[in-house]
């Protein structure tokens, strides 16, 4: 069996060293959903929710998540993102959220695109829960992730 990378000789959790790996350029693209009743998806449409723009402002918290990851996974490395986007696309009882991250690194970024989204999630969540509370935030993972030779 392979060894774990965050778990050391004696069984402690530690940060993996990446200080030998190569600089690559490193992509991951992550997805999810929430589930909403049509009556919600209306109001965001008419940007009639109570606390505001929803879907500009459950981007943004997106975007600021990824930039965080760090903060709140412990063995995360703290990253300096190159670049970030969060898409939001209302479908009929749900809005798919998908979180595209890109950097030149040592590690990758899945889960700074995986933290986008769930932030982004609970952002609707949290901006829409005074209307609906029967949302579902659904499953959320990684679609795809790669990795190309650095500078």
Same mark, same amino acid.
């Given at each position: 069996?392979?060894?774990?990378?965050?778990?050391?000789?004696?069984?402690?959790?530690?940060?993996?060293?990446?200080?030998?790996?190569?600089?690559?350029?490193?992509? %991951?693209? +992550?997805?999810?959903?929430?589930?909403?009743?049509?009556?919600?998806? #209306? @109001?965001? =449409?008419?940007?009639?929710? !109570?606390?505001?723009?929803?879907?500009?402002?459950?981007?943004?918290?997106?975007?600021?998540?990824?930039?965080?990851?760090?903060?709140?996974?412990?063995?995360?490395?703290?990253?300096?993102?190159?670049?970030?986007?969060?898409?939001?696309?209302?479908?009929?009882?749900?809005?798919?959220?998908? %979180?595209? +991250?890109?950097?030149?690194?040592?590690?990758?970024?899945?889960?700074? #695109? @995986?933290? =986008?989204?769930?932030?982004? !999630?609970?952002?609707?969540?949290?901006?829409?829960?005074?209307?609906?509370?029967?949302?579902?935030?659904?499953?959320?993972?990684?679609?795809?992730?790669?990795?190309?030779?650095?500078?």
């Amino acid at each position: 069996m392979k060894s774990l990378s965050h778990i050391d000789k004696h069984g402690k959790a530690r940060m993996v060293d990446v200080s030998s790996k190569p600089v690559q350029h490193r992509e %991951a693209i +992550a997805r999810g959903c929430i589930f909403l009743k049509r009556a919600t998806l #209306a @109001l965001i =449409a008419k940007n009639q929710i !109570a606390k505001g723009d929803v879907l500009n402002t459950a981007r943004i918290a997106g975007i600021q998540a990824a930039k965080r990851t760090a903060e709140l996974i412990p063995l995360c490395h703290p990253l300096s993102l190159t670049h970030i986007d969060v898409d939001l696309q209302p479908k009929p009882g749900r809005i798919e959220i998908t %979180a595209t +991250a890109k950097i030149a690194a040592q590690t990758g970024i899945e889960m700074e #695109a @995986l933290t =986008a989204v769930a932030v982004t !999630a609970l952002t609707i969540y949290d901006m829409c829960k005074a209307v609906d509370e029967e949302m579902v935030i659904g499953e959320i993972k990684l679609v795809s992730k790669k990795k190309t030779a650095g500078p």
